[in-house]
């Protein structure tokens, strides 16, 4: 048995990462939040933990690293606010150096673990009944707030934000998100639910695959013609065939389940959410991948044949994985969105072998416009939860050959690509 599902033993000395809210998180439903820089965790899900420890050698380079669990639990700040703290658990030394990295947060916001501590939630002896009852009250008003804010968000599909150019825009995006926040106070709401019964949770912790960009775009696809898991009941699997049949999942295996764009040209934030991605047709996906790659001036075009590399790449590799099913799994892009100053080039033989791989195809006319420092982009898969193949085991329904619906949504979304580069005038 994985070490993970065992009896949670925590280090009784060890210092607790405060957890905030993944601000780039665009899509799903599971609560991404950020334990530091370069580091993210999710709650843990038996399956998917079981993916990433014993995943293909040669698909690592298509999901984010996998760095290990963390026992998670909820404690009250002083003032009275829910927080998410993450402790390392028993000898787990590795994620000890983690948590002792200068890039965890400040030490004002790092609690101790200790085990005779005491957290109550909503009342303690020296804490006054009229608190008690007022505290509720207001706790039972957040909720409704929460839900009422859920319904706006499903009817407010594609929002726009202004940003300060002059200001740091990667700060201001976390005050933008809404997703991310709603996945948040969704998942703080949860565990207060459960407080009387449970308060420890094993969360896994991955790369943050936005780290290395200044301000992300980030696009979420689902993939695949088929979303539920082998184990889904048969109310979750109808519910899922029908959104695949009432999307572009049934026809070209892929639809956008969520977007963040900043359009530099207007200095706007642009997010779409699952629901405006379910709605969409096969033109309106092609028009939102366009858009993903504009930059409000000029698409940018330096990124497509890198993207189209990668895709093609994954392909190949998911063509050989015999048995695997990934239901449920996303697709991320990812590129940095900050504008860069731009070097005017002659185009003649010379100065185009001085260009990179990524922009050698930019030369245009009279002149070539070189990015410095242009951007990379990547492509990763990620939300394993439903993955299934019969190196398993436990499985009731073992699969034969390729996930031809993945593939099929990869070769789609490679021909979308080639048709915009190619309309673009590349």
């Given amino acids: 048995m994985s070490p993970a599902f065992r009896a949670m033993d925590v280090e009784p000395r060890a210092k607790g990462v405060l957890l905030e809210p993944f601000v780039h998180q665009v899509g799903g439903h599971s609560c991404v939040l950020r334990f530091n820089e370069t580091t993210l965790c999710k709650p843990l899900v038996p399956r998917e933990h079981q993916f990433y420890e014993t995943l293909p050698a040669e698909m690592r380079k298509f999901t984010p690293q996998y760095k290990g669990v963390v026992s998670v639990r909820f404690e009250e700040d002083e003032d009275r606010n829910l927080c998410l703290i993450a402790y390392p658990l028993k000898g787990d030394h590795g994620i000890v150096d983690i948590v002792d990295n200068s890039d965890c947060e400040p030490k004002s916001k790092l609690l101790r673990w200790t085990t005779n501590k005491k957290h109550h939630v909503l009342?303690?002896?020296?804490?006054?009944?009229?608190?008690?009852?007022?505290?509720?009250?207001?706790?039972?008003?957040?909720?409704?707030?929460?839900?009422?804010?859920?319904?706006?968000?499903?009817k407010s599909e594609v929002?726009?934000?202004?940003?300060?150019?002059?200001?740091?825009?990667?700060?201001?995006?976390k005050h933008y998100n809404p997703w991310s926040m709603k996945c948040h106070q969704q998942q703080l709401q949860r565990?207060?639910?459960?407080?009387?019964?449970?308060?420890?949770?094993k969360f896994i912790l991955l790369e943050n695959l936005t780290s290395r960009y200044e301000v992300p775009c980030v696009l979420d696809l689902k993939?695949?013609?088929?979303?539920?898991?082998?184990d889904a009941s048969e109310e979750k699997a109808a519910n899922q065939i029908r959104k695949c049949q009432q999307s572009t999942s049934a026809v070209i295996g892929v639809r956008v389940c969520?977007?963040?764009?900043?359009?530099?040209?207007?200095?706007?934030?642009?997010?779409?959410?699952?629901?405006?991605?379910?709605?969409?047709?096969?033109?309106?996906?092609?028009?939102?991948?366009?858009?993903?790659?504009?930059?409000?001036?000029?698409?940018r075009r330096e990124l497509l044949g890198p993207v189209l590399r990668k895709l093609t790449e994954l392909k190949a590799v998911l063509e050989r994985q015999e048995?695997?099913?990934?239901?449920?799994?996303?697709?991320?892009?990812?590129?940095?969105?900050?504008?860069?100053?731009?070097?005017?080039?002659?185009?003649?033989?010379?100065?185009?072998?001085?260009?990179?791989?990524?922009?050698?195809?930019?030369?245009?006319?009279?002149?070539?416009?070189?990015?410095?420092?242009?951007?990379?982009?990547?492509?990763?898969?990620?939300?394993?939860?439903?993955?299934?193949?019969?190196?398993?085991?436990?499985?009731?329904?073992?699969?034969?050959?390729?996930?031809?619906?993945?593939?099929?949504?990869?070769?789609?979304?490679?021909?979308?690509?080639?048709?915009?580069?190619?309309?673009?005038?590349?």
């Fill in 323 to 426: 048995s695997y099913r990934f239901y449920s799994s996303s697709l991320l892009v990812i590129y940095d969105g900050k504008e860069r100053p731009e070097v005017v080039l002659d185009s003649d033989a010379e100065d185009l072998e001085d260009l990179s791989e990524e922009s050698a195809d930019e030369s245009a006319g009279a002149y070539a416009y070189k990015p410095i420092g242009a951007s990379s982009v990547d492509v990763r898969m990620i939300d394993f939860a439903h993955t299934t193949c019969r190196l398993y085991g436990e499985d009731t329904v073992v699969h034969e050959g390729q996930d031809a619906g993945y593939i099929f949504g990869l070769q789609s979304l490679i021909d979308i690509v080639t048709e915009i580069s190619e309309e673009s005038g590349e």
């Fill in 223 to 230: 993939m695949g013609t088929r979303q539920h898991g082998d």
């Fill in 191 to 201: 565990m207060k639910e459960n407080a009387k019964h449970r308060n420890q949770y």
């Fill in 159 to 173: 929002l726009y934000y202004t940003v300060e150019k002059k200001g740091n825009i990667s700060s201001q995006l």
């Fill in 123 to 154: 009342e303690t002896e020296k804490t006054p009944k009229d608190w008690v009852r007022q505290h509720r009250k207001e706790e039972k008003m957040k909720s409704h707030k929460l839900e009422e804010e859920f319904e706006w968000l499903k």
């Fill in 258 to 299: 969520g977007m963040q764009v900043y359009q530099a040209g207007s200095g706007q934030l642009m997010f779409m959410n699952k629901y405006h991605g379910r709605k969409l047709s096969v033109q309106g996906f092609k028009e939102a991948l366009f858009q993903f790659f504009h930059n409000g001036r000029y698409l």
